[in-house]
T-cell receptor
Framework: GAGVSQSPSNKVTEKGKDVELRCDPISGHTALYWYRQSLGQGLEFLIYFQGNSAPDKSGLPSDRFSAERTGGSVSTLTIQRTQQEDSAVYLC??????????????FGQGTRLTVV | QKEVEQNSGPLSVPEGAIASLNCTYS??????FFWYRQYSGKSPELIMF????GDKEDGRFTAQLNKASQYVSLLIRDSQPSDSATYLCAVKVGNFNKFYFGSGTKLNVKP
């Protein structure tokens, strides 16, 4: 697609339920990133994929969080047994590999997760 | 120590003034530097990219990079109320292809 697409845009779930958030990166982008942003706060890094592997998952806050990427494309972030503190906007970004020109991260519109 | 440090602000400037936003980074292996703008309730969008020491100008925006001092700055000339947003500094370290984002500086441009 033309940009990074995330679904759903909004998700309200009950405490204790599992949720899946989806990210469809820009075609050809090998790097994919998940961030979390609470209201009025900065970006909190969660996990980074290079292809289908995740060389850095250091930002996942607990073992309730997991992510996978298949076919070097779509990624799914799963949160099990959701808690109220998981409420935030979850942002996905993708980029080309490398550090030169045109390797910036492009962000999706985010998924606003509300745990009630 | 965070990889990328920014003053959270808010930075308030009058319309028409120059806004100066600063960022320092800790990893000397950082090779690419980015400034993103994020409006409230929206996703970050890229406004400037720089990878060589010195200045890079694009319209009213100038990015400045000093690798020896490990800082990167963004100047916004003739600031407009529409420039009011949070500005995020990001660096990319070559070996890891990972973006490190600062926490952002909130800019308010007063009419």
């Amino acid at each position: 697609g033309a940009g990074v697409s995330q679904s759903p845009s909004n998700k309200v779930t009950e405490k204790g339920k599992d949720v899946e958030l989806r990210c469809d990166p820009i075609s050809g982008h090998t790097a994919l990133y998940w961030y979390r942003q609470s209201l009025g706060q900065g970006l909190e890094f969660l996990i980074y994929f290079q292809g289908n592997s995740a060389p850095d998952k250091s930002g996942l806050p607990s073992d309730r969080f997991s992510a996978e990427r298949t076919g070097g494309s779509v990624s799914t972030l799963t949160i099990q047994r959701t808690q109220q503190e998981d409420s935030a906007v979850y942002l996905c970004a993708s980029s080309l590999t490398g550090v030169g020109r045109n390797t910036e991260a492009f962000f999706g519109q985010g998924t606003r997760l509300t745990v009630v | 120590q965070k990889e990328v440090e920014q003053n959270s602000g808010p930075l308030s400037v009058p319309e028409g003034a120059i806004a100066s936003l600063n960022c320092t980074y800790s990893d000397r292996g950082s090779q690419s530097f980015f400034w993103y703008r994020q409006y409230s309730g929206k996703s970050p969008e890229l406004i400037m990219f720089i990878y060589s020491n010195g200045d890079k100008e694009d319209g009213r925006f100038t990015a400045q990079l000093n690798k020896a001092s490990q800082y990167v700055s963004l100047l916004i000339r003739d600031s407009q109320p529409s420039d009011s947003a949070t500005y995020l500094c990001a660096v990319k370290v070559g070996n890891f292809n990972k973006f490190y984002f600062g926490s952002g500086t909130k800019l308010n441009v007063k009419p």
